[in-house]
């Protein structure tokens, strides 16, 4: 199947800096992929769709300037958490699409983000 | 509204016998299903998948789903747990009628316990 790899797997920061994370498509071109983020023994909650070329989408609640996502081609999304605070602590994780007509999202590995 | 109840939060079951993991459904329009596992700091992976074809769905690991229509239903079952089977599963579903992959609705997850 499809594979869809996240880096890095883990990540410790201070309070204040900011965090770049990657997601990548190895075997197939994603035009869309998407962000989840998760808190403990909880669900996934979506963050923003991520277009290649264009502006991401955000979903209600999320903010767009604390999370920056780029979707410079069609093989590598990235997440950027700004300014990131103890509360982003938590794993996110992308997934991705073959393309138009499939049904099922392939997803990363996961991303698990502390910020001290 | 489409959602998606796991009824269980937690399950467990001793190795060898048989798992049942329960998921109902409400969507106003024939929706695709999946259920995916997730180990500990892992990303999702797809064991199976409903798109309106057989309503028995056989999955990766010996897993297999029944989708029923008439109690909105899609329990994911396995004649035999193994210890590697312990994870957590959520059942997701996405409105065919959704308009994008963006749609997909989570369940709240089902920890899956398995004892020697």
Known sequence: GAVVSQHPSRVICKSGTSVKIECRS?????????????FPKQSLMLMATSNEGSKATYE????KDKFLINHASLTLSTLTV?????EDSSFYICSASTGSGSVELFFGEGSRLTVL | AQSVTQLDSHVSVSEGTPVLLR??????YSPSLFWYVQHPNKGLQ?????????TLVKGINGFEAEFKKS????????????????AEYFCVVRPLFSGGYNKLIFGAGTRLAVHP
Do not use: I
């Not at chain 1, 075997?27 to 998407?34: E, G, I, K, N, S």
């Not at chain 1, 209600?60 to 903010?63: D, I, L, N, T």
């Not at chain 2, 797809?46 to 057989?54: C, F, H, V």
């Open chain 2, 46 to 54: 797809l064991l199976l998948k409903y798109t309106s074809a057989a």
């Open chain 2, 23 to 28: 998921c109902n459904y409400s969507s106003s």
């Open chain 1, 82 to 86: 700004t300014s990131a605070h103890p």
């Open chain 1, 60 to 63: 209600q609640g999320v903010e």
């Open chain 2, 71 to 86: 109690e909105t239903s899609f329990h994911l079952t396995k004649p035999s747990a193994h210890m590697s089977d312990a």
């Open chain 1, 26 to 38: 190895l075997d197939f071109q994603a035009t869309t992929m998407f962000w989840y983020r998760q």
